[in-house]
């Protein structure tokens, strides 16, 4: 009898420890086991083209511009020594290759929320020096948080210190075999950070300023023509009016470079990473930044019915409302690259997925079953042996001589 009630409560308990220990596993043990790594090595390759607008010596606008090849190999790098249980430090290098044009190389690093893959404000984040520390705090880059979600995420971009949109589109896609979320970005003119100005100038040197002379070829192209605007404006503009122009005229012009950016992501949503990036088109322009420009423009709307005058105003105006294009990014991932990352984000997927949905559900499945299996055991009857009750000897019977004997 005790031995009948033993076997299934000891498979009773077990069960109920099982289930048990499916809800102390998502609690204690997922939170431990579902970090971002801090052994992360992956080197994406990006290829595209490099158009320049401006000739690299004099700075004027080139008539028919330049293709160059682009080549960009991006390497991230997970610093384990630096990294904590909560946060990681990634250090990203990138090679930049344009084929008779430039090679260069960049480099950031990031701290990040090993948990909500979010950046953190810490002194050990830079973008392009170590000595420029910048926050990213609150903002995302490099990966996108667990279980992604097709919705508004707000991107660190380095090259202009701020944050953008990225955007879901209204359909994923499968990227080597991997569903993914897709995101788009469209960013304005913004303008570009020091440490970005200093890292383009070790590439190819970007003007502070211009004076009118620098700014002549510029004007031409909004049809401005300097000294024909003069000639038309002598005899008609007053002297104090022309005392101002020729002074305005005479001061150099400032520049201000800013970006304009777009471009797509293809996001794998249990991990946040990306699989691949495509169609980026990022291109730098300059912006005359001078009070000396709309002073100008002042002076010559009072003369509108010289018509140098007026078309010097009109192309004034678009020259100060528009950047003068310098050159445009253009490039995508490499497939060998989305291949490999692929790999990668695949082997990282699986362990998570085993961390939060196998281990868990097997315990809570099968601590079930083992207690529905007691269950089932406690209400089965004892086995009989012979006719007897249960647990009862064996009742005697008769020998084939008449004689009695122990039943077997």
Known sequence: MALHRRWPVAIAVVGVI?????????????????????????????????????????????????????????????????????????????????????????????????????????????????????????????????????????IYKNETETTYTAKPLPAGRTVEGLATIDFAADVAATPISAAYAKTLDSITKLPAQLDLAGLQPFLAQVGVDVTKTLTALQGIITPADLTTLVAQAGKPIPLQYVLTFSGEDSVEPDTGSIVEVRNVKETLGAKPNSPSLPLIVEVLAKYPQVPEAKSAVAGLTKLAGAAIPVFTNEFSQTPESVKEVAKEIKDQRDKLNLAENTVPAGLLVGGIVLVLLAIGLMLLPARRSGKGEPGAPDAPVASPDGGAEAGA
């Open 18 to 154: 099982a289930i048990g220990g499916s809800f102390v596993w998502r609690s204690v043990a997922e939170p431990r086991l579902v970090r971002y790594p801090t052994d992360l090595k992956i080197a994406p390759a990006y290829a595209g083209t490099v158009t320049l607008y401006l000739d690299p010596q004099t700075k004027a606008p080139l008539a028919t511009p330049k293709v160059f090849p682009l080549r960009v190999v991006r390497s991230i790098t997970a610093d384990g020594a630096a990294s904590t249980y909560d946060h990681v430090v990634l250090k990203e290098d990138l090679s930049l290759t344009a084929e008779g044009f430039f090679a260069g190389k960049q480099s950031n690093q990031y701290v990040m929320d090993r948990r909500a893959i979010v950046n953190l404000k810490d002194p050990l984040a830079f973008a392009y020096d170590p000595a420029n520390v910048v926050d990213r705090s609150g903002a995302y880059r490099l990966a996108f948080p667990f279980h992604t979600k097709a919705e508004p995420t707000t």
